[in-house]
């Protein structure tokens, strides 16, 4: 008689995603407080609450262990931001974050696709700052300024 997945040894002692994102982010030193959601927009990986600061990852983060990484790396960019006073203007912010995914891609081993596509979005975000903040970012600084608070 076959096992069940529910049943299985090899399923049973596999984490939930739940556990495996806290597991990740406590192996790489990652300080967050965080939790799957399957109720993120799909193809969105994380998402971080700008009141409560809790991070949740949604299935995209899960498609290989250094996006899961990668998105923890980028919320917990978010969350010091949001704890430093720094979470405003979310161009800025965003593009904080995804410098940050970018500066780790080769340590995290992710694709050269992957590394496009956050490269994408980051522009994106990028392109939609004015040309002060350009300014800054191409001089590693992502303050934002007070009346963009």
């Known amino acids: 008689m076959a096992c069940s997945d529910a049943t299985s040894p090899s399923t049973s002692a596999r984490p939930s995603r739940n556990e495996a994102?806290?597991?990740?982010?406590?192996?790489?030193?990652?300080?967050?407080?965080?939790?799957?959601?399957?109720?993120l927009l799909p193809g969105q990986a994380g998402s971080?609450?700008?009141?409560?600061?809790?991070?949740?990852?949604?299935?995209?983060?899960?498609?290989?262990?250094?996006?899961?990484?990668?998105?923890?790396?980028?919320?917990?960019?978010?969350?010091?931001?949001?704890?430093?006073?720094?979470?405003?203007?979310?161009?800025?912010?965003?593009?904080?974050?995804?410098?940050?995914?970018?500066?780790?891609?080769?340590?995290?081993k992710l694709s050269s696709e992957q590394i496009v596509d956050i490269q994408t979005v980051r522009n994106r975000y990028f392109n939609e700052l004015d040309a002060g903040y350009k300014a800054q970012v191409r001089r590693g600084d992502y303050r934002t300024r007070a009346s963009d608070l």
Request: aromatic content about 6%.
């Open 21 to 39: 994102a806290k597991r990740a982010a406590d192996l790489f030193g990652i300080d967050i407080d965080v939790r799957y959601s399957n109720e």
């Open 48 to 108: 971080t609450d700008s009141k409560t600061g809790l991070v949740e990852v949604g299935p995209a983060a899960f498609d290989d262990p250094g996006m899961l990484v990668s998105t923890l790396l980028h919320e917990e960019v978010h969350v010091s931001q949001r704890q430093s006073g720094n979470w405003g203007r979310s161009q800025i912010n965003e593009v904080e974050a995804y410098d940050v995914e970018l500066s780790n891609a080769g340590r995290l």
